[in-house]
C-alpha cells in the first residue's frame, strides 16, 4: 500500500507527539469534570483511540456517523445521519471528535443537532484542518494540525474506504485516482 504513497505529510512521531500535547491540554481543561468523546465515524476513530489514551480525566465515548462525500473526493454538501448516538447529552460536557474539517459543512450539521439536545458544554477537537475549502465557518477548540488543501488519506482518512490504517497522513499518487 505504501508505494501508493506520493508523500508523508505528517509522519507518526509528529502524529504521536501532538496528540500527546493535546491529551494533556484537554485533561487540564476538563479537570474535575466527566467528559463524553462524540467520535464522528468512520475516518475520526483512530485519532479517537489514541486521544483518549492521551487523557487523564473521567470520560465515556460514543459514536454518530453521517455522510456528506459519498465516495467521491468532492463533497456533495448533504448531510445524513446514519448512526445516531446511543446516549443522551443532555447536561454533560460534550466533546466533539472529528479527522478532518474541509467545507465545515458535516460539523456545522452534528453542532446544531448536539446544541438543541442541551449539553452542559460542547466543543470541537479535530485531528486536520483545511482552512481554504471552507464554507460555513466552524469554531475548533483544539486541532491537531492545519493542512493545505490536498486530498489526503491514512490515520483513518480513506480513499473509496481503503488506506485507513496507513500509520501516517499522506498523499496518494495520481495513478490511484484515475484507476477507478
Ligand atoms: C469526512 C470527515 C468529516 C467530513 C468533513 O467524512 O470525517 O466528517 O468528511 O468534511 P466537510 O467539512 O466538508 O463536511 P467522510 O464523509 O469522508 O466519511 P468517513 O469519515 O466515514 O470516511
Redesign the pocket.
Known sequence: MQELVEKVLINSQEIQKRINDLGKRISRDYKGKEVLLVC?????FVFLADLIRAMDVPLKVDFIAC???GSSTE?SGVVRILKDLDYPVEGKHILLI??????????NYILSLLKERRPKSLKVCAFLDKPERRVVPVKIDYLGFKIPNEFVVGYGL?YNGQFRNLPFIGVLKQEVYSQK
Open positions: 464522528v465515524l468512520k475516518g475520526a455522510s456528506s462525500y463533497s472529528e479527522d478532518i474539517v474541509d467545507t465545515g459543512l458535516t460539523l480513506d
